[in-house]
C-alpha cells in the first residue's frame, strides 16, 4: 500500500513538474520576442500588425489554434443569440397560435339568401376578399402551376429555405426596391395570413417580421400536411385587384370555377401572385409583363415535368388575354338591392362593421324572391302605363310583410335600382308623408277610450263633418266640401279630414302620437319642426318610413299588437358560428276590440266605395279575399305630393308609395292609384300563402270576445249604449232634412235618430238613417206655394172626367176611388182634363185625389145617382194646401146627354 501510494505520488509530482517547465519557456520565448519590438507602444503595434508578421501568425501553429478558439466561441455566440431571439418572438408566435392557419383562411364574400335559400347577393365588399373552396375543387394544373414558378422545393423542404433566406438577407440589408424575400410558399402563406400588414416593412426593418416568418413557417409543416398548406396558400393569395384566392380570380376572369381552370388559364392566374398590382389582368399597363411570366411558369412546368413542351406551346398559343371577362360592379346580378343594402347596414348596425367588413357571412334573410318579383313586375307595369304622366310622379316604392312575423317578405325602394338619379335611393327607408293612411291608427286610439266619465266610441258612433278653427288652425277636406253629421265608419272609409282631426281631439295629440309610434311608426313626428305637428298629425303631417308604417298596419291585423320588423333568419360566419338569429317578440299596445274596429270599417268595401264609385281591389275580389283599405295623399301647399294605398289580410300587410324623390307636386293625386300595384301583389302573395298553408281561403278577422253589435254598427265592450240615445224626429221626404211649419203633412216622415254630443264643439248631434240631414232644415218647401186645383167631376155614363190645374210643383198622381176603393192612378203632367173609365152598377160616391211633385195635394168628391144625366158635384179641398190656399169650393157641372 506504501508503495503504491508513493508511485502515486510520483505521477502527479511529474506532471506538475512538466507544466512549470513549459510555463517558463513560453515565458521566456514571449520575453525574448518582446525584447525585439520597439520600446514605443505605438511603434510597437504598428511592428506587430506588418502584414508579413500577421500572416506568419496565422498560418502558425499558435495562430492555428486562436481560430479554433474564435470559432468555438463565435459558434456558441450564434446559438445563444439564435435561441434567445426564438425564446423573445416565441411569445408572439404563441399569440398567433398556427394551429388556427386553417380557420384564418376563409372565405370573405359574405352571401345573402332569400327565406328559401335563393341566392340574392355576392356581398365582396369594398376591398380585398376571397372564396374559399375545398383543394379537390382546384384543378391540379393549377397546383402544379404554382409550385414550378413559386417554389419547386416544395415537396422538400421543411417549411424554409437556406439558401432563399441567406440571399434574402444580403438582398434586403442593401434597403433598396431590389429587396426580396426568397420565401418558400409556406412563408408567404404564413405572411399573408399572420402578417399581411408588415409585409411593406423591407431591409432591417423587416428583419423581426422575416424571424417570425421562418418559425411559424417550420411549425405550421408540423402541423399541416404538403396538400394542405397548398390549398391554404392557393386560397389565400392575391390575384390582382380585389381578388383573392384561385376561385374568386376564376370566376371573375374567366367565369369558371378553380377545378375548371385549363393549363393556360392556370398558368396566368399563377404567374399574378408574383406582382400582384402590376400584372392584374385588368391592368393593361402590365399585360405585357403577365404574358411573359406565364411563359415562364409554362417553361418551368416543363423542367420540372409537369407537362410536356408540347403542351407548353399549345398553352402559349392561346390568346388568353382575349379571353378575359369585363369588370362588372359590385351590384351585379343583386336581387331585391335596396332590401339587400338595407340589411347589410342593419346587420353593421348589431354585428358592428368590422365584422360586416371581413365578410365570410352567410345571410338568410326574410325575403320571399317570388313575392319580390311579382311586387317588381307590377312596380314596371305601373310605370310603363300612362299613369305617371296623368298623376304626375316619377318614382315608387313597395313593403309586404308578414303579418304573424313581422318580417318583411318583399320590398322596393325605388322604381328601379339602375334609374338614373335617384334609382339607387331608399323610399321605402326614407321619411315621407302617410296622408290618410295614418287614420286608422288615430281612430284606433280613440276607440280605446274607456270608462265610466269617458265619452266611448264605435264604427256608429257620430262627429261632424263641419267647419272648425282651432286657434287659427283651419283644416279642410280633400273635396273642399263638408257632410254634416257622419258615422266614424263613414268618416274613415271615406277619408274625412275633419273627423279625424276631431278624433285626435278627443284622444289627445300625445297619447295619439304616442299610440301612432307604439304601433310601428316609431319615428313619426319626431324630426325637427314636425315635432310641433300637432292635430295635422291626425292626418299624416309627419313623415315616416314605409318600412315602419307597412309594420304599424300590420300591428292591427295582430289585433293590436306590435312586433319588431324583421329582415334576419339567421346570421352565420365562415366558421359555422350563429352570430345572429331571427326571435319572435310581440307586445300588445292596444285592445284587440278596438284594433277590431278599425278592421271592420277598413274591410268595408262597400263603404269606401263611395270614395271611388268603384272597386279599386279587382284582383282580390275576383280571388275572393277580402282585404281591410286604406288610401292616402299628402300635399304641400294644397297640392298633392304623396300617393299611398296600405292594407292588410289576416296573414299579410303591404304598402305602395308613388310620388317624386324632389317632393314637385303631382298634377293628381288619386290615391287609388297605388292600389294598382298592391291589389294584384297581394292577391299573388295571399294565393301562394294558402298553397303553402300559411293562410286558408277565406281567411278573416273573428270578432274578439266582448263586441257589441248594435244595428250594422260593431262597438268594444266598454261603450255605453247610453251615450247614444234613440229620439224621434220628422223629416221632409224631398230635401232629407227636418220638417219646417211650410212642409205639407204627406211630405212628412218620422224617423228614430240617434243623438249625440259632439265631444269637441259639445254641441247636440243627430244622426238620422238613410241619408236624411238632421242638422238642416226643409229648404225645399216654401211658405208661399201653390197647391194644385181640382176645379171639377163630371160622371157620363161610365166616364169619370176630372179637371186638374198645376200649383206651384209639376203635377204627378191622379188617384180616383169608387166608393172607398181605388179604381185608378193616373200619371198627370200640366193642368187640363183627365178621364177614366168604371162600370157605376148604382149610386156611388167618387173621390179624385191629386198630388203633385212637392207632395202638395187636393181632393175632391162627386156623388153619382145612378140617372142618364151629369150629375152635379161638390169639390172639397182638403186641408194640405199652403195656408193662404186653405179654402173650400164647390163646383157644379151639368152637362148635357
Known amino acids: 500500500m506504501v508503495k503504491k501510494s508513493n508511485r502515486r505520488l510520483n505521477v502527479y509530482a511529474n506532471l506538475s513538474h512538466a507544466r512549470r517547465t513549459k510555463k517558463?519557456?513560453?515565458?521566456?520565448?514571449?520575453?525574448?520576442?518582446?525584447?525585439?519590438?520597439?520600446?514605443?507602444?505605438?511603434?510597437?503595434?504598428?511592428?506587430?500588425?506588418?502584414?508579413?508578421?500577421?500572416?506568419?501568425?496565422?498560418?502558425?501553429?499558435?495562430?492555428?489554434?486562436?481560430?479554433?478558439?474564435?470559432?468555438?466561441?463565435?459558434?456558441?455566440?450564434?446559438?445563444?443569440?439564435?435561441?434567445?431571439?426564438?425564446?423573445y418572438f416565441r411569445k408572439d408566435i404563441d399569440q398567433i397560435?398556427?394551429?388556427?392557419?386553417?380557420?384564418?383562411?376563409?372565405?370573405?364574400?359574405?352571401?345573402?339568401?332569400?327565406?328559401?335559400?335563393?341566392?340574392?347577393?355576392?356581398?365582396?365588399?369594398?376591398g380585398n376578399y376571397k372564396l374559399v373552396v375545398k383543394g379537390s375543387e382546384i384543378s391540379k394544373t393549377m397546383k402544379q402551376a404554382t409550385i414550378a414558378i413559386e417554389d419547386k422545393e416544395f415537396y422538400s423542404h421543411k417549411g424554409i429555405s437556406p439558401t432563399g433566406l441567406i440571399r434574402a438577407a444580403i438582398n434586403n440589408t442593401q434597403g433598396d426596391s431590389g429587396t426580396q424575400g426568397g420565401s418558400t410558399l409556406t412563408q408567404q402563406l404564413v405572411k399573408q395570413v399572420f402578417f399581411a400588414d408588415e409585409a411593406s416593412n423591407r431591409?432591417?426593418?423587416?428583419?423581426?417580421?422575416?424571424?417570425?416568418?421562418?418559425?411559424?413557417?417550420?411549425?405550421?409543416?408540423?402541423m399541416y400536411n404538403k396538400e394542405q398548406i397548398l390549398d391554404l396558400y392557393l386560397n389565400e393569395s392575391p390575384y390582382g385587384g380585389r381578388r383573392n384566392g384561385v376561385e374568386s380570380a376564376a370566376q371573375t376572369y374567366f367565369g369558371t370555377t378553380a377545378k375548371e381552370l385549363t393549363l393556360a388559364q392556370s398558368a396566368l392566374l399563377a404567374a399574378i401572385p408574383n406582382q400582384p398590382g402590376l400584372l392584374d389582368p385588368y391592368n393593361s399597363d402590365g399585360h405585357e409583363a403577365l404574358i411573359n411570366r406565364q411563359h415562364r411558369v409554362l417553361d418551368n412546368m416543363v423542367d420540372q415535368r409537369y407537362i410536356t413542351k408540347a403542351q407548353a406551346d399549345e398553352a402559349k398559343k392561346v390568346a388568353?388575354?382575349?379571353?378575359?371577362?369585363?369588370?362588372?360592379?359590385q351590384y351585379k346580378n343583386i336581387k331585391a338591392p335596396h332590401f339587400v343594402q338595407m340589411v347589410r347596414s342593419e346587420l353593421e348596425q348589431k354585428l358592428g362593421k368590422a365584422t360586416v367588413g371581413r365578410g365570410g357571412l352567410i345571410v338568410k334573410t326574410t325575403l320571399d324572391v317570388r313575392i319580390q318579383d311579382k311586387l317588381q313586375a307590377e312596380m314596371d307595369d305601373m310605370f310603363s302605363s300612362y299613369f305617371p304622366k296623368y298623376a304626375g310622379f316619377s318614382n315608387g316604392a313597395g313593403t309586404v310583410e308578414d303579418v304573424k312575423t313581422g318580417q318583411i317578405v318583399a320590398?322596393?325602394?325605388?322604381?328601379?335600382?339602375?334609374?338614373?338619379?335617384?334609382?339607387?335611393?331608399?323610399a321605402a327607408a326614407a321619411f315621407i308623408q302617410p296622408g290618410s293612411s295614418v287614420k286608422p291608427l288615430v281612430y284606433a286610439q280613440l276607440f280605446e277610450n274607456k270608462g265610466a266619465t269617458a265619452q266611448n266610441f264605435g264604427s256608429g258612433s257620430v262627429l261632424s263633418d263641419s267647419p272648425i278653427n282651432i286657434a287659427g288652425y283651419k283644416p279642410q277636406n280633400a273635396d273642399g266640401k263638408y257632410k254634416g253629421n257622419i258615422t266614424l265608419r263613414s268618416a274613415l272609409a271615406l277619408s274625412r279630414n275633419i273627423p279625424a282631426i276631431k278624433a285626435m281631439q278627443v284622444s289627445g295629440?300625445?297619447?295619439?302620437?304616442?299610440?301612432?309610434?307604439?304601433?310601428?311608426n316609431k319615428y313619426y313626428c319626431t324630426q325637427g319642426a314636425e315635432k310641433e305637428a300637432g292635430l295635422s298629425s291626425a292626418i299624416g303631417g309627419c313623415g315616416t318610413r314605409m318600412i315602419d308604417h307597412t309594420n304599424a298596419i300590420a300591428s292591427l291585423a295582430r289585433g293590436g299588437v306590435y312586433m319588431p320588423t324583421s329582415t334576419v333568419l339567421k346570421v352565420s360566419n365562415s366558421s359555422g358560428e350563429v352570430l345572429e338569429e331571427y326571435k319572435s317578440e310581440s307586445k300588445k299596445i292596444i285592445d284587440p276590440q278596438s284594433a277590431y274596429v278599425v278592421t271592420d270599417i277598413l274591410g268595408d268595401s262597400n263603404a269606401r266605395r263611395g270614395l271611388f264609385g268603384r272597386t279599386i281591389t279587382p284582383t282580390l275580389d275576383a280571388a275572393k279575399i277580402k282585404f281591410a283599405l286604406k288610401t292616402g295623399t299628402s300635399d304641400k301647399n294644397r297640392q298633392p305630393k304623396d300617393i299611398?294605398?296600405?292594407?292588410?289580410?289576416?296573414?299579410?300587410?303591404?304598402?305602395?308609395?308613388?310620388?317624386?324623390?324632389?317632393?314637385?307636386?303631382?298634377?293628381?293625386?288619386?290615391?287609388?292609384?297605388?292600389?294598382?300595384?298592391?291589389?294584384?301583389?297581394?292577391?299573388?302573395?295571399?294565393?301562394?300563402?294558402?298553397?303553402e298553408g300559411k293562410a286558408k281561403p277565406g281567411d278573416w278577422f273573428t270578432a274578439p270576445k266582448g263586441i257589441q253589435t248594435i244595428g250594422k254598427e260593431v262597438y268594444p265592450s266598454w261603450y255605453n249604449k247610453k251615450s247614444q240615445a234613440g229620439v224621434k224626429l220628422?223629416?221632409?221626404?224631398?230635401?232629407?232634412?227636418?220638417?219646417?211649419?211650410?212642409?205639407?203633412?204627406?211630405?212628412?216622415?218620422?224617423?228614430?235618430?240617434?243623438?249625440?254630443?259632439?265631444?269637441?264643439?259639445?254641441?247636440?248631434?243627430?244622426?238620422?238613417?238613410?241619408?236624411?240631414?238632421?242638422?238642416?232644415?226643409?229648404?225645399?218647401?216654401?211658405?208661399?206655394?201653390?197647391?194644385?186645383?181640382?176645379?171639377?167631376?163630371c160622371i157620363n155614363g161610365n166616364d169619370i172626367s176630372i179637371m186638374v190645374t198645376k200649383g206651384t210643383n209639376p203635377l204627378q198622381t191622379l188617384d180616383v176611388s169608387v166608393n172607398g176603393a181605388n179604381v185608378a192612378s193616373i200619371n198627370v203632367t200640366d193642368s187640363g182634363t183627365y178621364t177614366t173609365n168604371y162600370n157605376f152598377a148604382g149610386s156611388a160616391t167618387v173621390v179624385a185625389t191629386l198630388t203633385d211633385a212637392g207632395y202638395y195635394t187636393d181632393s175632391a168628391t162627386q156623388a153619382y145617382s145612378g140617372s142618364g144625366n151629369c150629375a152635379t158635384g161638390t169639390s172639397a179641398r182638403a186641408n194640405s194646401s199652403p195656408p193662404a190656399e186653405q179654402r173650400r169650393i164647390w163646383r157644379s157641372f151639368r152637362y148635357a146627354n
Open 644 to 691: 299611398w294605398t296600405v292594407g292588410y289580410t289576416p296573414s299579410l300587410s303591404g304598402s305602395v308609395w308613388l310620388g317624386n324623390p324632389d317632393t314637385t307636386p303631382l298634377v293628381n293625386g288619386n290615391s287609388s292609384i297605388p292600389a294598382r300595384v298592391l291589389d294584384p301583389v297581394m292577391a299573388f302573395a295571399t294565393q301562394l300563402y294558402e298553397k
Open 97 to 126: 397560435r398556427p394551429s388556427e392557419l386553417a380557420k384564418r383562411v376563409q372565405t370573405t364574400v359574405t352571401r345573402y339568401y332569400d327565406r328559401n335559400d335563393n341566392l340574392l347577393w355576392e356581398d365582396k365588399g369594398d
Open 509 to 520: 295629440v300625445d297619447p295619439t302620437l304616442k299610440i301612432i309610434r307604439a304601433m310601428g
Open 203 to 222: 431591409g432591417l426593418s423587416g428583419i423581426p417580421r422575416k424571424i417570425k416568418e421562418v418559425i411559424l413557417a417550420i411549425e405550421v409543416e408540423r
Open 320 to 329: 388568353i388575354l382575349d379571353t378575359i371577362k369585363p369588370e362588372s360592379d
Open 730 to 793: 220628422v223629416f221632409d221626404k224631398i230635401s232629407k232634412k227636418k220638417a219646417s211649419d211650410c212642409t205639407p203633412d204627406a211630405a212628412k216622415i218620422e224617423l228614430v235618430v240617434t243623438k249625440s254630443i259632439d265631444p269637441t264643439t259639445k254641441n247636440t248631434i243627430y244622426l238620422a238613417p238613410d241619408g236624411y240631414d238632421a242638422s238642416k232644415t226643409d229648404d225645399f218647401h216654401k211658405c208661399g206655394d201653390v197647391a194644385p186645383d181640382i176645379s171639377g167631376i
Open 411 to 426: 320590398m322596393i325602394g325605388s322604381r328601379d335600382f339602375n334609374y338614373p338619379g335617384f334609382g339607387q335611393d331608399n
Open 24 to 87: 517558463d519557456r513560453l515565458a521566456r520565448r514571449k520575453a525574448e520576442y518582446l525584447a525585439t519590438l520597439p520600446k514605443h507602444p505605438i511603434k510597437r503595434t504598428l511592428y506587430r500588425l506588418h502584414p508579413k508578421r500577421v500572416a506568419k501568425y496565422w498560418f502558425s501553429r499558435q495562430g492555428a489554434f486562436m481560430a479554433l478558439k474564435i470559432a468555438g466561441v463565435s459558434a456558441l455566440l450564434v446559438v445563444i443569440l439564435a435561441g434567445g431571439l426564438f425564446a
